[in-house]
């Protein structure tokens, strides 16, 4: 007899807990994300505040977190997540009326993974779920640059060597400001002649040195530390 292969499991679904002030809005994303096989709505908020509680009650993978409500905005609320020890694992995807927003930058400063604007594809929003939920970080390359750009300028900006970036090699430097230039590891492996895996391995040891959660906080660091400015070639 021929042994079978036991079928891999089937992965838990994504948890998703869905932030936003207005009714419509919340209802029109729950049905979107239920009608994905690889994820469900496990609670639904209209405050930051609430958004805090449910997930802990809720166990939530992921929070969908508008950026504007009331009683605790979103970047508030997402700075309680990201300090709560028990909310480790709970991602934050940001979402925002506007793409030039520029509570953006503290949502990112705050632990949000990334960001979407409230008139994106349907089919984007629920990669932009996977994808976050995954452990990657979700940047638009064009409006997160110019947008981190124009936030993070400043008259006078220290050098790299003399913060935290000092302790990076010149290889970690060249792929940190492909980061910050919204690059993903296949890109920056093709930008600078290597492997994914070897970029990938940067961007992990990178993280590691600057103790960034996600490579949204990699941008930050490399824009607010001088790095990467408005000038700074591609």
Known sequence: MTATTPAAPTPAPIRVLLADDQTLVRAAFAML???ARDMEVVGQAGTGREAVDLARTARADLVVMDIRMPDLDGIEATRLLAADE?????????L??????EHVVEALRAGASGFLVKDTRPADLLDAIRTVAAGESLLSPGPTA???ARVLRAPEIPAPESGTLGHLSDRERQVLTLVA???NNTEIADTLGLSPLTAKTHVSRIMG???AR??????ILAYESGLVTPLTPP
Do not use: F, N, P, W
Not at 86 to 94: E, P, Y
């Open 33 to 35: 994300v239920e009608s």
């Open 86 to 94: 028990d909310l480790a694992g709970v991602k934050v995807l940001m």
């Open 96 to 101: 925002t009326t506007y793409d030039t927003d």
């Open 146 to 148: 110019r947008l981190i």
């Open 181 to 183: 230039r919204g690059l």
């Open 209 to 211: 040195k600057l103790a």
């Open 214 to 219: 996600d490579r949204a906080q990699l941008v």
